[in-house]
Nanobody, 117 residues
Framework: QVQLVESGGGLVQAGGSLRLSCAASGIVFGLNVMSWYRQAPGKQRELVAT???????NYADSVKGRFTISRDNAKSTLYLQLNSLKPEDTAVYYC???????????WGQGTQVTVSS
């Protein structure tokens, strides 16, 4: 029932930008904590950014100042603006959702971001 569909990934040169989107359904979007994770092959999944229903945000140290998470509750869509991209940002980026206060997470299928040097 919960469905998260990521889009916007692709191949970009170092220093470039991408904007990822996550279209959500099957949830009350405006009441959920939304997050972006990423995972490179053979690596552990890493939390990139989180945004609460109150629009409070948190970022991994590795992306602070470069990435921006935002949400459009009217469109039930989550965004991640990726600027100043580095090759080490290359990964599959996943959208996730949960209710506040440690509810279980649901995941999207991921979208590939590849940054070339």
């Amino acid at each position: 029932q919960v469905q998260l569909v990521e889009s916007g990934g692709g191949l970009v040169q170092a220093g470039g930008s991408l904007r990822l989107s996550c279209a959500a359904s099957g949830i009350v979007f405006g009441l959920n904590v939304m997050s972006w994770y990423r995972q490179a092959p053979g690596k552990q999944r890493e939390l990139v950014a989180t945004i609460t229903p109150e629009d409070m945000t948190n970022y991994a140290d590795s992306v602070k100042g470069r990435f921006t998470i935002s949400r459009d509750n009217a469109k039930s869509t989550l965004y991640l603006q990726l600027n100043s991209l580095k090759p080490e940002d290359t990964a599959v980026y996943y959208c996730a959702t949960r209710r506040p206060y440690s509810g279980p997470e649901s995941w999207g299928q991921g979208t590939q971001v590849t940054v070339s040097s």
